[in-house]
């Protein structure tokens, strides 16, 4: 007697999932987003706060160096993107320059934020709500930044041993959403900190 | 080579997490010694605490993939992966998902152990007026405690759940990131370990819910508490991201959403909650870490914070979390009824979409914890409003439990006898919710017994009945052997009445005014003497929990051998596999062909394996 | 849209560059409307427009909803 399946709904059934690559990368990716909005959640938490904190006030910050951050942080984008597109066209060496470029510009846009923003503040963590809030969205962001550095130093080393090819190259592609997620949140954090309200 | 002791990951872990605690301190000590200021106990303390559950994680062998990874050389696939044969296996790194099930549920049952022992010796304290036995600081220590452990046992029961049963419902051989799963659960292991060493460091007077500002002025131990629970939260957001992507990306053909097992819709609603929400109670306990730490100021007001916002964050997740502990426990029910009903459940869509259901409405309600918070007073009647309407979802599975057991063929197995039970306990519980909801009664009420009534009724209801009904039920599919009837029958009645003169005297006390988190209370007799009925009620439950222990332990050692399909269950782990079930779960790819409760049609399956290449049509 | 057509990979660094411009276009009218103190609703809808863009763009949302037929390249 032979075996007759119920129709697959339309829906996301594969028909044939016997596993492969195709089908893990897909996974991964649906993995990767997950993970991504469950880390919004904080994001938008910490946004939550300096709105119920603040209100309509904002912390006093150096505009032109937060538009100098903002740029640096953008472009990097522009490189990642780039990376990305060179390796699925299978242009190793665009891919290494691009994402070179990339790590660069995320190490500026450290620099500017902890290394000088933090210095040149007119209040520490310590003073009150806005430095609670400025220190904190801008830790939290600044530490995604930095773990998105390493991820993609990883990916840049693992590039140049071969690792990866223009039709197979996941950890390249996490990496890469990994790190305009990271832009993503700087998008909303930059005018809730710079733009929105008076300044104190 | 590791050998002998060290050859235990759990060993290995526990001796990592004590150096990466030494580590921690270590580092803060010499920075802060560096720059010239003293030795400080509790920034060295906190770097301690993540440190050390880093080097658990280290030592238990949980990132080995990953390294292996990063440093460009390939892993070995998690199937290929040789394990320890015996016991031993679970002392470890495990990648398959039926023996991560059962770690999760070795440390469920460890933890509401322990959580409730905790109980027990303040509820001792509590049997009459005056200070008898233990001091004010534990006594807040040890309810704060009872809160928290018993809290991380439900959500550890959950995902026990959830991971073993979850693959094997919808024709998997595993989940979908198998190391992610043991790193979610290992996880979990150093997080209940550094909660518990609050108690060395001073413990904490906030209860669980570690307000502001009364836990930025607390002992220590409110520090590793917070760690904890941090650390505790990841491992609840990863588990329950792979339980999602399991679900979405790994049932067999022909399994639509609507075809899969009951259980499923209550797991993948249950890990929607989890992986998301959580992030709050984890933002808001790491916000007042940092208050604590640098004098950042979000929650005093001395320091330009505000306190509410504390307790907007943390029920933002605490409310969705009872959601957590209960939507699984529901899923059991409405799959285990038409097994022991022997007909369809009722209204499979509305049951499914309830789940969903329960959990939007879920994260809608929270400031109902909040009603005497001295919030603003326009927020009252819309989270009222709220409350009332997760009543809803929840009774559409009230419903179709009672259309499911209509005119039904009821066996009164053990574990339909618990099934049976938590609806009876959830019902009360979930009739004294509308009384907390609204807001006049809620005046009265917030922070009385009342509320602990409340909640362990539905706690009890929605987690702890239906987990040991789950426990008795899959045990052979675990083990390969059944649990004892008779200690099972025992076990539900010692705890089904003892439980309900538990809730109903931690009601009527909290009527009479009762407060909750106080550790005297006045020689009045109508108070003196529910509180001996509630205690005594409290040691019979747990007399009754460790006869289950002792018969999940004898019965997994020399239980009676379960050949089949014991319950006759049309459910594929029951029709297609032996006990206990085999690696990698079914041999080939496995096809829907029927509906998964049809338990009146006698000829009809729901699943069949796919036939080998070359059989006969 | 076909986010992994062979011709969708060959203009990907030209659409790269075209986002960039919107990013900064954008990013632009938000510093210039925050200091004349245009409307904060105005600065929000900039912000969801670049959040779109990246995710839109340079994120590939759209290959998480792609069926498995559909997709050729990466």
Redesign the interface.
């Given at each position: 007697m032979s075996v007759q399946p119920y129709p697959a709904e339309t829906h996301p059934v594969d028909a044939h999932p016997v596993e492969n690559l195709r089908h893990r990368e897909r996974t991964n990716r649906l993995g990767l987003w997950l993970f991504i909005l469950s880390d919004s959640f904080v994001f938008g938490a910490l946004l939550f706060t300096r709105f119920y904190l603040l209100g309509n006030n904002r912390p006093e910050l150096i505009q032109w160096l937060g538009l100098v951050v903002t740029v640096v942080l953008l472009a990097s984008s522009f490189f990642m993107n780039r990376a990305e597109v060179q390796m699925s066209l299978g242009n190793r060496q665009g891919f290494l320059r691009n994402t070179l470029v990339t790590i660069v510009l995320g190490s500026l846009f450290l620099i500017g934020v902890v290394g000088v923003e933090w210095q040149v503040a007119h209040f520490g963590p310590a003073d009150g709500a806005q430095g609670a809030i400025f220190y904190t969205m801008t830790g939290f962001h600044a530490f995604h930044v930095f773990t998105g550095v390493i991820f993609l130093s990883l990916v840049y080393r693992n590039a140049k041993k071969g690792l990866y090819s223009a039709e197979h190259h996941w950890p390249v592609e996490a990496a890469a959403v990994y790190w305009h997620f990271v832009d993503l949140v700087w998008i909303f954090f930059y005018p809730a900190l710079y733009l929105i309200g008076t300044a104190l | 080579m590791k050998t002998g002791i060290l050859s235990i990951g759990l060993v290995r872990g526990l001796l990592f997490q004590a150096a990466g605690f030494l580590a921690g301190v270590a580092v803060v000590t010499v920075i802060r010694l560096a720059f010239g200021m003293g030795f400080s106990a509790e920034p060295a303390i906190v770097l301690g605490a993540f440190f050390s559950a880093i080097g658990f994680m280290i030592g238990v062998g949980a990132f080995s993939g990953w390294f292996a990874?990063?440093l460009?050389k390939p892993a070995i696939p998690p199937e290929e992966v040789e394990e320890p044969s015996g016991f031993k296996r679970y002392l470890g790194v495990s990648y398959d998902h039926k023996v991560i099930g059962v770690q999760y549920g070795m440390l469920t049952i460890a933890a509401l152990f322990l959580g409730g022992s905790f109980a027990l010796i303040f509820r001792s304290e509590l049997v009459a007026p005056g200070m008898q036995l233990i001091g004010l600081q534990q006594f807040n220590t040890l309810i704060g405690l009872h809160g928290m452990v018993a809290i991380v046992g439900m959500l550890l029961g959950g995902a026990a759940l959830g991971n073993f049963l979850v693959p094997l419902l919808i024709g998997a051989k595993d989940m979908?990131?198998p190391r992610?799963n043991a790193f979610a659960f290992w996880l979990a292991v150093p997080a209940v370990v550094l909660v518990l060493s609050s108690m060395a460091a001073g413990g904490f007077d906030t209860g669980w819910t570690a307000y502001p500002p009364l836990s930025i002025f607390a002992n220590m131990g409110m520090q590793l508490f917070f760690a904890g629970v941090v650390v505790f939260g990841w491992s609840s957001?990863l588990g329950a991201?792979?339980i999602?992507?399991t679900v979405?990306?790994?049932?067999?053909?022909?399994?639509?959403?609507?075809?899969m097992p009951i259980f499923v819709w209550g797991s993948l609603a249950t890990s929607i909650i989890a992986?998301?929400?959580?992030?709050?109670i984890?933002?808001?306990f790491q916000?007042v870490m940092?208050?604590r730490l640098?004098?950042?100021?979000?929650f005093n007001p001395a320091?330009?914070?505000?306190p509410i916002?504390f307790q907007?964050?943390f029920w933002?997740y605490s409310h969705p979390a009872v959601y957590i502990f209960v939507l699984p426990g529901f899923a059991v029910i409405s799959e285990l009824l038409p097994v022991f009903a022997r007909k369809p459940l009722f209204g499979y869509r509305w049951v499914a979409m309830s789940s969903l259901g329960i959990a939007l409405v879920g994260f809608l309600v929270w400031a109902h914890h909040m009603f005497t918070s001295g919030m603003e007073e326009y927020l009252r009647v819309p989270f009222m409003y709220t409350t009332l309407l997760v009543a809803v979802p929840t009774g559409v599975k009230f419903f179709s439990w009672t259309g499911t057991l209509w005119e039904g063929k009821i066996r009164f197995t053990v574990p339909m006898l618990f099934v049976l039970g938590a609806m009876n306990v959830f019902l009360l519980g979930g009739l004294t919710g509308p009384i907390l909801g609204t807001i006049p009664t809620d005046l009265h009420l917030h922070d009385s017994y009342f509320v602990v009534g409340h909640f362990h009724n539905t706690m009890f209801g929605g987690f702890v009945f239906p987990f040991i009904a789950a426990v008795h039920y899959w045990f052979p599919k675990i083990t390969g052997r059944k649990m004892s009837d008779l200690l099972g029958r025992i076990t539900f009645f010692i705890l089904l009445p003892s439980f309900w003169i538990q809730t109903l005297g931690q009601m009527q006390v909290g009527l009479l005014g009762m407060r909750r988190r106080v550790a005297d209370y006045d020689t009045l007799p109508e108070f003196q003497t529910t509180h001996i009925f509630i205690t005594v009620a409290g040691f019979l439950v747990g007399l009754a929990f460790v006869i289950f222990m002792y018969n999940v332990i004898r019965s997994a050692m020399k239980g009676e051998v379960a050949v089949g399909n014991v319950w006759e269950s049309r459910s594929p782990e029951w029709e297609l596999l032996p006990n206990p079930a085999p690696k990698h779960n079914y041999p080939q790819?496995l096809?829907?062909?029927?509906d998964p409760y049809d338990y009146s049609l006698t000829d009809t399956e729901y699943v069949?394996l796919?036939?080998v290449a070359g059989a006969t049509? | 849209m076909h986010p992994n057509g062979r011709d969708h990979k060959a203009g990907g660094l030209q659409r790269g560059v075209m986002v960039l411009v919107v990013l900064a276009v954008l990013t632009a009218i938000e510093y210039f409307a925050a200091t004349m103190e245009w409307p904060v609703l105005l600065l929000w809808i900039i912000a969801l427009g670049k959040a779109g863009t990246v995710l839109w763009f340079f994120m590939h949302i759209g290959k998480l909803f792609l069926g498995e037929e559909e997709e050729t390249g990466s």
């Open positions: - | 990874n990063a460009g979908a990131f992610l957001v991201l792979n999602v992507a979405l990306r790994m049932r067999a053909p022909g399994m639509s959403l609507f075809r992986m998301t929400a959580t992030q709050l984890g933002l808001s916000l940092f208050e640098f004098g950042m100021g979000f320091n330009g914070g505000n916002l907007h964050l933002f790819p096809v829907v062909t029927g069949e796919v036939p049509d | -």
